[in-house]
């Protein structure tokens, strides 16, 4: 039960350091993980997120586990059934195991999560810090106190604080449920403040609220040698987790002052800050590593506290203290993006994991790689970086020497800080990794394109994900239509294994065809797409025209070429270089479709009458000289029904007694040219 509840505004002097905590917080990446003992993909599942990720990641991440009363029996939710039945529905959980990252930025298997998304969401510091405290009273009773500081602006929003007592382990002599698992890691007991949590006015920066409660140890059921406390702020808008922290937590953290990504100038250095703190009462050692990877005529090197080191430092950080740590890079006269990444690892207690940081230097970089760091659609460790050599190839044989390589997260990130300043052009390897489309990565792709960017991307079972999945949104359905240009029809399957072109089109038209090939171990689904009204198709599956593998956008504001398979899945590597050049020299216009393209608008058909339409509607031709047809599409971009059309033909009638009511629209094809898409209806 809460003992009680003191909100004060505390400087943050009391704690201890100063050279830090008006900067920000280091994020205790927090997972939230729905489980239960007599589920078997469970018991598949949950060694593989401990051992890969729990273990690795010491000092690093929070765990929390709800043992849910389904799909059979565990005797870990019997304790406390409602309280976890309450974070179900928060989340909307309908399945084990899943886990949630930061409240809402992952969700789904505990197999899905990498290193290197904890390594890109500790990236990102936290406004808030969480210290946590839980002291013995009388050996039944225990105190605790939790302070969470304001150390940066805080988005206003509806926060909550919630305040769970955890074990951290239990094993059973005999699984208790009947998937065989018995280790069971940080399984949730109780939360002081409920399920629901409490309202959190966020402190003014540089104060702090605190809050006091108290609880009972349960002797009888928990080993009260495994328990500890997990506070965790958590805004209830948007279910992101601003920060948690714990009483096991480490006493040190190492956290960048300044943006991890910086714009340089030929020789001249680029400066970034991290603040090495050490709240103990106690000094630390540590080893601090920097590698990097940057064009050879670069420089980079780093101070801590003025003395400079190459690439290694041994330190000691004395109790209540800070150091300062300046990465200095210097760009030379090449085009690219330096990736530095720093290491650094507690010598005082070697069990906590190390603590990585990555900043970025652009210089000269006109046109980006991005490759897609989720989760591989198999498993395992192959990601959509280990493909990104066909964009290179692809780029270095259309002569561009400005353009670089980078991962969604850091791109993300980078962004908002400036990074497509002065990028033209995007190339999305989405590859088959999972997602592809999110609603952080649509939006600053929709805005790129909004500027005038150009943008190719390329991958298997996008349209599936968007469509099929439960990822997709509302704002990565609008992106898919509005901006790739594109219908999704269908998951595609092994049969679509020829990539064949549409030798009009005046960009792609001479390429050869090409088979698609399986790459991944038996995961072919080449998506198959329609165009949209004002996008073009580029290529097309087997012999079936219609069944679309790309199109390509030209509005007036953007370009967007959109293939439906990975690049990789296409056996012939001239055509996977020809498709990246090609988009290359469209996008920077070297090559033009404006003539074809400007066919497309012209208004070779009239509108239809009577519109709306009932039994027959007849639709006039406006100087057509050529052989060709109007074809129908309905809303989803399916064509339903063709008619032909003769040279000289001033008219031609449609039968619509089979359309139901709704819209469609029609165009005229000849020559391999399509016309402008006009809108009729039909009612009934």
């Not at 006109?366 to 493909?387: E, F, H, K, P, R």
């Not at 489309?437 to 599936?464: C, E, P, R, Y």
């Amino acid at each position: 039960m809460r003992k009680n509840l003191c909100l004060l505004f505390v400087a943050v002097f009391m704690l201890g350091v100063l050279k830090s905590v008006y900067s920000q917080a280091k994020k205790m990446v927090f997972f939230e993980h729905f489980t239960n003992a007599s589920c078997n993909p469970c018991a598949q599942a949950n060694p593989v997120f401990d051992n890969n990720i729990l273990k690795k990641n010491k000092g690093r991440v929070l765990h929390l586990a709800y043992h849910t009363n389904w799909p059979g029996t565990d005797p870990m939710n019997a304790h406390n059934p409602s309280e976890v039945q309450t974070r179900v529905t928060y989340y909307g959980v309908s399945g084990v195991p899943h886990v949630k990252m930061q409240g809402n930025k992952y969700g789904g298997s505990p197999t899905g999560v990498t290193n290197s998304m904890i390594d890109n969401e500790a990236m990102l510091p936290s406004p808030v810090r969480i210290k946590v405290k839980d002291m013995p009273n009388d050996g039944v009773t225990r105190n605790v106190e939790v302070v969470v500081y304001t150390v940066d602006t805080v988005p206003v929003s509806n926060y909550k604080l919630r305040t769970a007592v955890v074990e951290k382990e239990k094993t059973y002599a005999t699984a208790p449920g009947s998937n065989g698992e018995k280790y069971f890691p940080n399984i949730f007991r109780k939360f002081l403040n409920n399920a629901t949590g409490e309202d959190l006015t966020v402190p003014a920066i540089g104060d702090s609220a605190v809050f006091n409660f108290s609880y009972t140890l349960n002797t009888t059921v928990w080993d009260t040698t495994q328990i500890y406390v997990i506070a965790f702020v958590q805004n209830d808008a948007n279910k992101n987790v601003l920060n948690a922290g714990s009483n096991l937590d480490p006493q040190w953290e190492f956290v960048p002052v300044s943006d991890i990504y910086q714009a340089g100038i030929n020789n001249l250095p680029t400066d970034f800050t991290i603040n090495l703190t050490n709240f103990a009462d106690e000094a630390d050692s540590f080893i601090v590593v920097m590698t990097h990877t940057q064009p050879t005529d670069w420089t980079a090197g780093f101070s801590i506290d003025t003395i400079n080191y190459v690439d290694t430092a041994y330190i000691v950080a004395g109790a209540h203290s800070g150091l300062n740590v300046v990465l200095s890079v210097t760009p030379g006269a090449s085009s690219g993006i330096g990736s530095y990444i720093f290491s650094i690892k507690s010598l005082t207690d070697t069990s906590l994991a190390a603590e990585v940081l990555q900043f970025f230097v652009s210089h000269n970089v006109t046109d980006l790689i991005v490759n897609n760091d989720g989760s591989w659609g198999s498993g395992g460790t192959t990601s959509a970086q280990d493909y990104e050599i066909n964009y290179i190839k692809g780029l270095n044989e259309a002569g561009n020497t400005s353009f670089a390589t980078i991962s969604m997260q850091p791109f993300l990130t980078a962004s908002k800080m400036g990074l497509l300043d002065s990028i033209d052009c995007i190339f999305y390897n989405a590859s088959w990794a999972f997602p592809s489309l999110t609603n952080d990565n649509v939006a600053v792709f929709k805005s790129f394109l909004d500027n005038g960017g150009k943008m190719f991307v390329s991958g298997q079972d996008i349209g599936w994900e968007t469509y099929e999945s439960t990822s997709g949104t509302g704002q990565t359905k609008l992106f898919y239509s509005n901006y790739l240009g594109a219908n999704y029809i269908a998951d595609g399957s092994s049969s679509n294994n020829t990539l064949n072109i549409y030798t009009s089109d005046p960009i792609f038209g001479t390429l050869s065809s090409s088979p698609i090939t399986d790459v991944y171990g038996g995961n072919m689904y080449p998506d198959v797409i329609s165009a949209k009204p004002f996008s073009f198709p580029v290529f097309y599956y087997n012999t079936d025209s219609t069944k679309l593998a790309c199109v390509r956008s030209n509005s007036t504001i953007f370009k967007s070429v959109y293939l439906s398979v990975s690049l990789e899945m296409i056996a012939d590597s001239n055509v996977r270089k020809q498709i990246i050049h090609l988009s290359h020299d469209w996008f920077k216009g070297i090559i033009s479709s404006t003539e074809f393209d400007k066919y497309a608008q012209e208004a070779i058909l009239g509108q239809n009458y009577p519109n709306p339409a009932h039994n027959e509607t007849y639709i006039s031709i406006n100087g057509n000289n050529s052989q060709g047809v109007i074809e129908f599409y309905d809303l989803s971009g399916r064509i339903i029904t063709s008619v032909a059309v003769q040279p000289s033909s001033q008219y031609v009638k449609l039968n619509t007694t089979n359309f139901e009511s709704g819209a469609y629209f029609y165009r005229f094809v000849s020559g391999g040219k399509s016309g402008k898409m006009m809108k009729m209806m039909v009612v009934r």
